[in-house]
């Protein structure tokens, strides 16, 4: 059975949702979700970095630059609509079209987006049928609802809310998000979909996801691999009624924080409903003398899939570690590397650590969650990435997935 690991019963002013079953998937699971925004609204995004994109990465990225405002975001999961031919973009069309006729809104003013399996024909037909139901399930507490709609091998559905004072004014954020597997930096088989009443420019708006998103998002990975349909798109209502938020104050800095931290909440709890995944695993890089160095350090060994493996198997074999570390494509001194796992020292001046006995190190590595930390000891720049372990129940996933 399904779980839920959501902000039950929250709310973003301005903002309406919805999520229903129109038969993409079997037995009556959702599989179809939108997000109304009852006024015009802005709206960023950002995308995979994958060459093949779905044509809703497309049409995203199109309506984007030529739009100004927004009303709606629907999403469909159990199908990614990705090579598909000419037939992709016209599916897309469809939806639009049928949807905008029911919103009272104009096609161009519609975000669409897709997950599921490539290759196969979208049946628009039945997302076109359920429109209608769709639009009336909306409502201002249905976070839940959407959630669920886009899930496809996720085993728990994932949303946040948060709220703080500008001034004299409440400002909320919300969002979900979805995505088990093909988790890589640079957008991964994920989808997040944020709202907020704030009042700030486009531009603004668009800086801000992607300073959040580059702490966040982009630093997750389960296995590696990068899709086709990724993004994360935000809208903002101004429904707050605050003074628009410019660039580089201290109103923006607390803004991007704040949208961090959703971002960061979601994040890991995408790497936490990793596919078959029994460990959180963070990776902490420190004292490097690029912030470069640190990052590739850390995704190298986050990457892993070795030391995935060993952290499944509650091996302490930091052999695997320092190897990920030394073929990062950085400069290493390995006689200044230290490396510590959930604080015992495992590594110090180029030899194993002295007291660090098997049996004690393997209880440690019970713990579900794992923090991996690699002191360069060669500058003042440091990173992290987090991940999970890697175990056979990903491999029967994935061996699965379209049978």
């Keep these: 059975m399904k779980k839920t690991n959501v902000s039950r019963g929250f709310r973003v002013p301005g903002f309406t949702t919805a999520g229903i079953s129109c038969g993409i998937k079997a037995d009556k699971q959702k599989d179809l979700a939108l997000i109304f925004s009852e006024g015009p609204a802005i709206a960023a995004g950002v995308f995979t970095t ?4 779905s044509p809703t990465v497309t049409w995203c990225r199109n309506k984007l630059k030529s739009s100004k405002t927004f009303r709606a975001i629907v999403v469909n999961s159990g199908n990614a609509n990705a090579c598909t031919g000419p037939r992709g973009m016209e599916d897309c069309k469809s939806v639009a079209a049928r949807l905008s006729q029911e919103l009272e809104v104009t096609p161009k003013e519609i975000l669409i987006a897709s997950t599921g399996i490539i290759g196969v024909p979208l049946p628009s037909g039945k997302i076109v049928k359920a429109i209608p139901t769709l639009s009336k399930e909306l409502s201002a507490t249905g976070w839940t609802h959407s959630a669920e709609a886009i899930m496809t091998t996720d085993l728990v559905a994932k949303s946040k809310s948060l709220s703080y004072k500008m001034g004299k004014h409440k400002i909320t954020l919300g969002g979900i998000s979805k995505g088990s597997g093909m988790i890589h930096p640079n957008m991964a088989t994920m989808l997040a979909f944020i709202a907020t009443d704030a009042a700030i420019d486009t531009k603004i708006l668009h800086r801000a996801l992607k300073e959040a998103n580059e702490k966040t998002f982009n630093r997750i990975t389960v296995d590696g691999d990068t899709s086709t349909n990724d993004m994360a798109l935000i809208f903002a209502s101004g429904k707050a009624g605050n003074k ?15 949208l961090t931290d959703l971002c960061l909440d979601l994040a890991h709890k995408i790497v936490l409903d990793g596919e078959g995944a029994t460990k959180f695993v963070t990776i902490r890089v420190q004292g490097a003398k690029l912030k470069t160095h640190a990052h590739r350090i850390a995704q190298s060994v986050a990457t892993s899939s070795l030391v995935k493996t060993a952290l499944f198997g509650q091996d302490p074999n930091w052999g695997r570690i320092i190897a990920a570390v030394g073929y990062a494509g950085v400069p290493v001194n390995p006689d200044k590397v230290e490396i510590l796992l959930n604080g015992s020292l495992l590594f110090k001046n180029g030899v194993p650590a002295s007291g660090a006995s098997q049996p004690a190190l393997r209880k440690k590595m019970k713990s579900k969650n794992i923090v991996i930390a690699i002191e360069l000891n060669s500058g003042r720049y440091s990173d992290k990435v987090y991940t999970c372990d890697l175990s056979y129940d990903y491999v029967r996933i994935n061996a699965e997935y379209t049978t």
């Design 50 to 53: 994958n060459k093949v994109v």
């Design 244 to 258: 628009t938020i410019p660039a580089g104050s201290p109103a923006y800095r607390t803004f991007v924080g704040k």
